[in-house]
């Protein structure tokens, strides 16, 4: 009777231990197939749709002083080949960023247009940061983040060349 007794609790314990191995198992895979899919590549940016405005040759020789600027517009070309370093840096870091680009800003690009782009842009990198920084944050909304700051400067870069377009329209004399 005791031979039969520890013979069905040891296979009742084998059977019991097997099938919590394989889920154990499966929920690990779960985790990293879940951290994998979390992953915003390259790729991933690669395919966020957005219009894309330039700097026109004029509003280039006028930005060429203009170092904030400069520094963003690389860390805009290092964020679309998937380099988040600079904006899930601490955020006393970006502020200050932010506050040297809205000083350093010349004279010329004192206008309301171009001042309410600069506050659009400081909110979606400050926002960006947030969704970088955190870890409960879904891969959709750091992607929306993603395209929230490249919307912004391309509308920065398109404003500046409204503006240098209108100046010059103003300086042409009727005959």
């Not at 609790?9 to 951290?35: M, R, Y």
């Not at 940016?45 to 904030?68: C, G, H, M, R």
């Not at 247009?113 to 750091?142: F, G, Q, V, W």
């Not at 409204?162 to 042409?172: H, P, T, V």
Request: charged share 25%; glycine share 2%.
């Amino acid at each position: 009777m005791k031979i039969t007794a520890i013979t069905l609790f040891l296979c009742s314990f084998l059977i019991l231990g097997c099938s919590n191995d394989k889920k154990v198992t499966s929920d690990i895979e779960a985790i990293e197939s879940h951290n994998n899919d979390n992953k915003i590549t390259a790729k991933t940016i690669e395919n966020i749709k957005y219009k894309d405005y330039a700097l026109s040759p004029e509003a280039e020789t006028f930005v060429v002083s203009w170092t904030q600027y400069q520094e963003l517009s690389k860390q805009i070309g290092f964020l679309k080949k998937g380099d988040f370093s600079f904006f899930n840096d601490d955020v006393a870091v970006l502020q200050e960023f932010i506050k040297g680009f809205k000083a350093s800003m010349p004279n010329e690009f004192r206008t309301n247009p171009i001042t309410s782009r600069n506050a659009i842009i400081e909110t979606a990198l400050l926002k960006l940061n947030e969704y970088l920084t955190l870890d409960n944050i879904e891969k959709s909304d750091k992607i929306l983040g993603i395209k929230e700051v490249f919307v912004a400067f391309s509308n920065l870069n398109y404003q500046i060349n409204k503006k240098l377009e209108r100046d010059m329209y103003n300086d042409i004399q009727p005959e």
